[in-house]
Structure formats: C-alpha cells, structure tokens
C-alpha cells in the first residue's frame, strides 16, 4: 500500500497533513522543507546514538524548525520508544496507528527535541507547534528543557532571532490566558532568556 501523500507549499510532499496545511504560513515567514539529518549526532540517557531531521529551515536566520500538531510524550530513551513501540505493535496484531506513534514514538519525546535543542540551542532550532499547548504541558516542556513558539507567536520568535544576531540582549516571551475557577482570565505565560 503506498503511503499517503500530503502536498504542502511550491507541491512539495511532507510527514502529515498539518505540516503540509503550516508550510505555507511557514514559507510566508521564509521557512522551506527541509526534511535534511542534522550533521551532529545525540546521545540519550542511556548512552544510544539518535540522527535527526528538521522540518523546516530558515536559510537567513540559519533556524531549524521541528513542526508539531500535537503535543509531545514523556519518553525518556529511544530504546524504551523502540521497546513501548513494538508491544503497541504486537498487541495491535503487527502494525501501529499513528496515535502510538504520537504516544510513545522517539521523535515526538519532549526528551529528544530537549537534546537536539541543546546541541544547537533555541536560536538555531525551534519546536513550533500549531497551537499552544495546555499551560500546564508547556511548563512540564520547559522543566525538560524545551524552548518552543506556535506558528501565532513564529513572527515574534523570528523578531527575537534577529535581534539576538545583531547582538543586542533580548528574550522570548510565549503568553497564556488562564481562566480561574471563577471564570476570571488570569494572565500567564513564561520569557525565554538565553544564557
């Protein structure tokens, strides 16, 4: 069976349909596919090699982007993505859905793009997702050490590139509106200060 096919920008194919529909947005703000391997190779927790791919790039601002439509699973090694994926698999009757892929797979893991993120820092390669995930999710993303935007605040973070390359000392902020219990909007949110 062949795999689906998801056209995005200038007809070029992509991983699923939300990044396809993002890639023009994205190529607004001067994003291209990529799909290219980084030329570092990681290491997780336990010591195993991992490659990855950028979704995006962005060849003025020399930022790689890691599209995301969803939220990103808590799996800690690839090995354990490798092991949680094959019982998914087996249980399954030998195949997985795409919502096991999103659950337990090594590239959807906050942990990975943590690592990746370190090796190049957030000024080089971004998580965007498409909407901002719950505040509660985007705090644990930040304990693990991931420095995400939405394709809403991209336009910002791109502001906050560049000035960073001229050299002058700014930060990111990714602002939230909370509703207490009371149904009172709350603001919130968190600011990104490089080190």
């Not at 998801?6 to 396809?20: K, P, R």
């Not at 890639?23 to 991992?50: H, M």
């Not at 793009?113 to 971004?126: C, G, K, L, N, S």
């Not at 997702?129 to 705090?139: D, M, V």
Request: hydrophobic content about 40%; aromatic content about 14%.
């Amino acid at each position: 069976m062949k795999p689906e096919q998801y056209i995005g920008y200038a007809g070029v194919s992509h991983d699923s349909q939300a990044e396809a529909q993002a890639s023009f947005k994205l190529a607004d703000l001067g994003f291209l596919r990529s799909g290219k391997k980084f030329d570092k190779r990681f290491l997780d927790p336990e010591g195993t090699t991992f490659g990855a791919y950028d979704d995006f790039y962005h060849a003025r601002y020399g930022l790689h982007l890691e599209f995301k439509a969803a939220g990103l699973n808590g799996v800690k090694t690839k090995a354990s993505s490798d092991k949680q994926l094959e019982a998914k698999k087996a249980w399954r009757g030998g195949s997985n859905i795409p919502k096991d892929y999103l659950d337990f797979g090594w590239n959807h893991s906050k942990n990975k793009q943590a690592i990746v993120q370190a090796a190049y820092t957030p000024d080089r390669f971004i998580v965007c997702f498409a909407k901002a995930p719950p505040f509660a999710e985007a705090l644990a993303y930040l304990k693990a050490g991931v420095v995400f935007c939405t394709l809403a605040s991209l336009p910002s973070y791109l502001g906050y590139v560049r000035l960073k390359q001229l050299g002058l000392c700014v930060g990111f902020s990714e602002h939230y509106t909370l509703t207490d219990e009371a149904g009172t909007a709350q603001p919130a949110g968190f600011t990104y200060w490089p080190a």
